[in-house]
């Protein structure tokens, strides 16, 4: 049996590549590696296609979470909700921008924050919340803010969404509930860079300019600074990359939907597994499951030469450095789901005979054990 992997990272075709080399080579003899033209064409890109009116690159992920929220002008210790199942950078982010990490529990059944339960964590010092779109899948916006009320920002933790549809939708659609969403394009990721990167989208005018300024150390032109800023850049190399893989996304996206279905279908029947629940417009970032045997699993799988990871190995609040940053609490949801979950191989170079081998391998597993 040949060896299936967990992920394909950076899929791209030969004529892609190409291109793509052609383009940097340009940029070299240019010497335009800074903010050159093809890092606004990237943006203007990206924003078409997010639905948004604007888009700023930047250095990293975590980043564009950081600026976001300096975006917001909050004071030391104004309290911002972050889920307590996600990547250290959304809880990270809050942290470092100085204001109060305040952490939520997910829904058991996706693995999202609890709306519902959001409700609880609010209080008069609650500035904004980071719902995060784990493994692909929006949460649902709309549902959100009717919970929370208008005077709470928005700032959506898209690292894993990219062109993800909105809940319950068939179609991206513009929205102007959340303040901006925040993007990774790490190389793992449904759009990965050759290196690190990240932007951030937004409706807001206002927020778009400040982030143009606090991306580039407080400054729109040279050695005029007129607000505290980071060093946070989109490299025109990594631009280039971006904007020429930006054109086989969906199908790429839709590529991952399809292999998602398929296990969700063959799946079904497993009765030691729990499905994630995930709606329809999910970009199938990753494909969890959930089962009491996971460790075990893994190893069983391994044998077998299929590769699988866990995202995530911890929640937030059981985090070493955020022990003296954040209060001591106990998420249920979180985690249960940290000691269940396990990601299958996902990604757009996979092919349903890979997909029918590891499910096949799973029911092997519990049929014998």
Not at 78 to 101: C, F, H, Q, R
Not at 213 to 219: I, M, T
Not at 253 to 277: A, W
Request: proline share 2%; net charge positive.
């Amino acid at each position: 049996m040949n060896r299936i992997i967990f992920s394909d990272v950076n899929p791209i075709l030969n004529s892609d590549k190409k291109f793509i080399k052609k383009s940097i080579e340009k940029i070299i003899d240019k010497k335009n590696f800074i903010l050159g033209d093809e890092v606004k064409i990237f943006e203007d890109n990206f924003a078409k296609k997010a639905k948004r009116k604007y888009a700023v690159g930047c250095a990293t992920g975590t980043d564009a979470l950081i600026l976001s929220l300096m975006s917001l002008n909050l004071k030391k210790n104004d309290e911002v909700i972050v889920p307590g199942m996600t990547y250290i950078s959304t809880g990270l982010a809050v942290i470092l921008n100085n204001n109060k990490l305040i952490l939520s529990d997910i829904d058991l059944e996706t693995g999202l924050i609890d709306i519902n339960k959001v409700k609880e964590k609010i209080t008069s010092k609650t500035k904004a919340i980071i719902p995060v779109n784990l493994y692909g899948q929006k949460v649902n916006i709309k549902k959100l803010r009717k919970i929370i009320g208008k005077r709470i920002h928005i700032i959506e933790d898209s690292a894993q969404s990219h062109f993800a549809f909105d809940h319950n939708a068939n179609k991206i659609t513009s929205t102007n509930i959340s303040v901006a969403s925040c993007y990774s394009f790490y190389p793992a990721k449904n759009l990965g860079a050759y290196g690190d990167g990240g932007i951030i989208t937004t409706n807001d005018k206002y927020t778009y300019k400040r982030l143009l300024a606090l991306r580039n150390l407080g400054s729109v032109q040279k050695y005029k600074h007129f607000v505290i800023g980071m060093n946070s850049r989109l490299d025109t190399v990594q631009a280039v990359v971006l904007n020429q893989k930006l054109k086989s996304i969906f199908k790429l996206n839709n590529i991952r939907r399809k292999l998602g279905l398929r296990y969700d279908k063959l799946l079904n029947s497993v009765k030691e597994v729990r499905i994630t629940k995930t709606n329809k417009g999910s970009s199938r970032h990753l494909y969890v499951i959930r089962t009491k045997k996971r460790d075990n699993l893994i190893k069983y799988l391994l044998k077998k030469k299929i590769s699988c990871q866990i995202h995530y190995p911890y929640s937030l609040n059981k985090l070493e450095a955020f022990k003296n940053k954040i209060k001591k609490i106990s998420l249920q949801n979180s985690e249960l789901w940290v000691a269940e979950c396990l990601s299958l191989p996902m990604h757009p170079n996979m092919t349903f005979h890979e997909v029918d081998k590891v499910v096949k391998e799973i029911k092997n597993y519990f049929k014998y054990t």
